[in-house]
């Protein structure tokens, strides 16, 4: 992976969900900081999330999920990223997540959920402090 230049982060809609306000808020937020964004769009499958930021050389993916199906789709594109030696690219996810998944989420291996309400500079400031931590 890259060590240099800005950091470089996948926004991502799996599924079925229609809703993408909230995927576009946070990444106008991150290239407002000075990252790289790719945002992917609408009905996304795991399998084009984890090509796309393998092919774009990514450091990290921001998953928006409101359609009730955090749980395999977040599972989906961590155990993707693992098949394809690319675990060092840190999975994040935001939308409407149930308190009680949230630990779930984090045993398979999503770093950090947002829920609604999280002032964009709270993520922000965590991207830039957790993801390309090996850099």
Do not use: N
């Not at 808020?25 to 009905?43: N, Q, S």
């Not at 749980?71 to 394809?84: D, G, N, P, Q, S």
């Amino acid at each position: 992976m890259g060590v240099s230049g800005p950091i470089r982060v996948v926004v991502a809609k799996p599924g079925l969900d229609g809703h993408d306000r909230g995927a576009k808020v946070i990444a106008r937020a991150l290239r407002d900081a000075g990252m790289e964004v790719i945002y992917t769009g609408l009905h996304q499958t795991p399998e084009q999330i984890v090509d796309t930021a393998i092919q774009e050389d990514a450091d990290g993916i921001g998953l928006s999920i409101l359609s009730g199906a955090h749980m395999t789709l977040c599972a989906r594109v961590v155990e993707l990223l693992k098949e394809r030696d690319a675990a060092d690219i840190v999975v994040f996810g935001g939308g409407i997540i149930p308190d009680a998944d949230i630990p779930l989420l984090k045993d398979l291996g999503v770093a950090e959920i947002f829920t609604p309400g999280t002032p964009t500079t709270d993520v922000v400031a965590w991207v830039e402090g957790h993801v390309r931590q090996a850099a």
